[in-house]
């Protein structure tokens, strides 16, 4: 263990250390920031536990008692967990929703809520890491490459349609028409997917609704469920579309 130079703030934020683990043999407290495993820096749990699964590790961390930077080096075996919680499974920020979807639960939240009841995240890893549903709107190619690579799976993809034109007008964004391509891509490399339709009278329904279940079910085994949703409206829809 010894001093280290200072190398920024992103990292893993521990909130609690699990006491008889390597996080307290080793002096982990809530406040410290885990910061590089393996002089790698960190962005997210997923790149965590692909390191952490190492025997002979180096981590470089920020105390926050005193804000100075220390780098312990633990031998473990590679199934033994570090021990502690963390604040959230991304590290750096979140990726947020780009969508103008017509029917944004969001949108119609009423006025007061907690402040995170207002966030609309849009992030691959949160689908991978927690369930939550993505529109792939805005997948990088380094980003499906990684989700390839790693296998992260299952993902949960709101579809909403697999008709371009329709999956536009739905979620107001020229890049959501490419969804099929984009499922495609993923399920042939082994991704499996949990697909949603939230569906929207007049507009989603009808042979939109017929075509999107029968391409979906074409995609084979890797399509693992589709739910289809009725969309849900409030009373705090002013400045929204209307529906039929």
């Given at each position: 263990?010894?001093?280290?130079?200072?190398?920024?703030?992103?990292?893993?934020?521990?909130?609690?250390?699990?006491?008889?683990?390597?996080?307290?043999?080793?002096?982990?407290?809530?406040?410290?920031?885990?910061?590089?495993?393996?002089?790698?820096?960190?962005?997210?749990?997923?790149?965590?536990?692909?390191?952490?699964?190492?025997?002979?590790?180096?981590?470089?961390?920020?105390?926050?008692?005193?804000?100075?930077?220390?780098?312990?080096?633990?031998?473990?075996?590679?199934?033994?967990?570090?021990?502690?919680?963390?604040?959230?499974?991304?590290?750096?920020?979140?990726?947020?929703?780009?969508?103008?979807?017509?029917?944004?639960?969001?949108?119609?939240?009423?006025?007061?809520?907690?402040?995170?009841?207002?966030?609309?995240?849009?992030?691959?890893?949160?689908?991978?890491?927690?369930?939550?549903?993505?529109?792939?709107?805005?997948l990088t190619t380094e980003d499906k490459e990684r989700i390839k690579t790693q296998s992260l799976s299952p993902l949960f993809v709101s579809v909403q349609s697999t008709d371009p034109n329709n999956r536009v007008e739905l979620l107001k964004n020229p890049r959501a028409g490419s969804v099929i391509e984009d499922l495609k891509e993923l399920t042939s490399a082994g991704i499996?997917?949990?697909?949603?339709?939230?569906?929207?009278?007049?507009?989603?329904?009808?042979?939109?609704?017929?075509?999107?279940?029968?391409?979906?079910?074409?995609?084979?085994?890797?399509?693992?469920?589709?739910?289809?949703?009725?969309?849900?409206?409030?009373?705090?829809?002013?400045?929204?579309?209307?529906?039929?």
């Open positions: 263990m010894g001093a280290a130079k200072n190398t920024g703030q992103t990292g893993a934020l521990i909130t609690d250390v699990f006491p008889g683990t390597i996080a307290e043999e080793i002096g982990l407290a809530k406040g410290d920031l885990i910061a590089e495993v393996n002089h790698q820096k960190l962005t997210d749990l997923i790149e965590f536990e692909f390191l952490w699964a190492e025997e002979d590790i180096t981590v470089l961390v920020k105390k926050a008692n005193s804000g100075n930077f220390e780098l312990i080096s633990i031998e473990k075996e590679y199934d033994d967990p570090l021990g502690a919680e963390f604040a959230s499974g991304v590290f750096d920020k979140v990726r947020m929703c780009h969508n103008k979807c017509l029917f944004c639960f969001v949108d119609q939240m009423p006025p007061g809520m907690r402040p995170s009841l207002y966030d609309k995240d849009d992030d691959y890893r949160l689908s991978f890491l927690q369930g939550n549903f993505i529109t792939l709107t805005n499996e997917i949990h697909a949603q339709i939230v569906l929207c009278k007049g507009i989603n329904d009808g042979k939109y609704l017929k075509q999107s279940i029968e391409e979906l079910i074409a995609m084979g085994s890797n399509i693992l469920s589709l739910g289809i949703v009725p969309v849900g409206l409030t009373k705090y829809r002013e400045n929204l579309c209307h529906f039929p």
